[in-house]
């Protein structure tokens, strides 16, 4: 099945300890992103990548750092979280930019 | 100003009401645009594309207006299963990014 995974779902941690969030897809698709969305303020790129080892900032890239060592993985690594980092993040993929972006199924954050 | 704004709503539409959203963007360069539905705590998944002749699917129609710099959809007979957030996309003009909306809150009631 095409789909896109990340993991974890659902984590609560405490302000400074490092985490990464995982992100898979398994249809060969060039370009990878985050997202967050939070309430009033819709989905906000954090970071996007054009193909492997390729990657940009996005609109909110502050606290976060992306790698893109294979095509299909894209983990997002937050070195020091913190409480406003709190959030819903969204993994997607898709052919090409213009194409359908296919997103995970989401990672809810909480730093306390 | 946002680079792209909708009206967070709440719409409350009866079953089988029409609906209309609205979505404005402000750079005038941007090259696609798309509407993606998300449901409640779940991911957005792609509605459709909107094309600048406007197209229809099935009980939705989608229309790009540049000139004004909007695009719209349109939902005919509203079913129970059309409650959703409506979000609009736009690929901007660097032509990398995406930029979404906050999104439109739609509840069709029984």
């Known amino acids: 099945e095409a789909q896109v995974t990340q993991n974890p779902r659902y984590l609560i941690t405490v302000t400074g300890k490092k985490l990464t969030v995982t992100c898979s897809q398994n249809m060969n698709h060039e370009y990878m992103s985050w997202y967050r969305q939070d309430p009033g303020l819709g989905l906000r790129q954090i970071y996007y990548s054009m193909n492997v080892e390729v990657t940009d900032k996005g609109d909110v890239p502050e606290g976060y750092k992306v790698s893109r060592k294979e095509k299909r993985n894209f983990p997002l690594i937050l070195e020091s979280p913190s409480p406003n980092q709190t959030s819903l993040y969204f993994c997607a993929s898709s052919l090409s930019l213009a194409g359908e972006q296919f997103f995970g199924p989401g990672t809810r954050l909480t730093v306390l | 100003r946002k680079e792209v704004e909708q009206d967070p709503g709440p719409f409350n539409v009866p079953e089988g009401a029409t609906v209309a959203f609205n979505c404005t963007y402000s750079?005038?360069?941007?090259?696609?645009f798309f509407w993606y539905r998300q449901d409640c705590r779940k991911e957005p998944k792609l509605l459709m594309s909107v094309y600048s002749s406007g197209n229809e699917d099935g009980r939705f129609t989608a229309q790009l207006n540049r000139a004004s710099q909007y695009i719209s959809l349109l939902i005919r007979d509203s079913k129970l299963s059309d409650s959703a957030t409506y979000l609009c996309v736009v690929r901007g003009g660097s032509a990398r990014q995406l930029t979404f909306g906050s999104g439109t809150q739609l509840t069709v009631l029984p």
């Open positions: 750079n005038s360069a941007s090259q696609s």
